[in-house]
């Protein structure tokens, strides 16, 4: 026999309110390995290849951070939608069983 199962929407909110806070930590690191960069002068005139090099791993991680956090923030409204869909669901069958005298 189907047992069913229950949403708690209210969980389902606070889990996206917390990965705002998650999103908010990767938007800083963004912003803060933005503002680091080399000096081409770094490591001298022997080593002067070093700086172009790790300016463009440099600009990877940056490209990822970002992608991580757009991806977060794309899972908040997700969890958001679907806290909503589901509450939505719940007050309709609710609605239904009161329409229908149960």
Excluded: W
Aim: charged share 20%.
């Amino acid at each position: 026999m189907n047992q069913g199962y229950q949403v708690l929407v209210e969980e389902l909110r606070g889990h996206a309110d917390r990965l705002r806070g998650v999103e908010d930590q990767l938007a800083q690191a963004v912003d803060a390995a933005r503002q680091v960069s080399l000096s081409g002068q770094a490591y001298g005139k022997t080593c002067m290849m070093l700086p172009p090099m790790m300016t463009f791993i440099a600009n990877a991680g940056v490209h990822a951070l970002t992608e991580v956090a757009g991806s977060v923030g794309e899972t908040i409204e997700t969890v958001k939608r679907t806290a909503a869909d589901y509450e939505a669901v719940e007050q309709g069958n609710a609605q239904a069983l009161r329409g229908s005298g149960g």
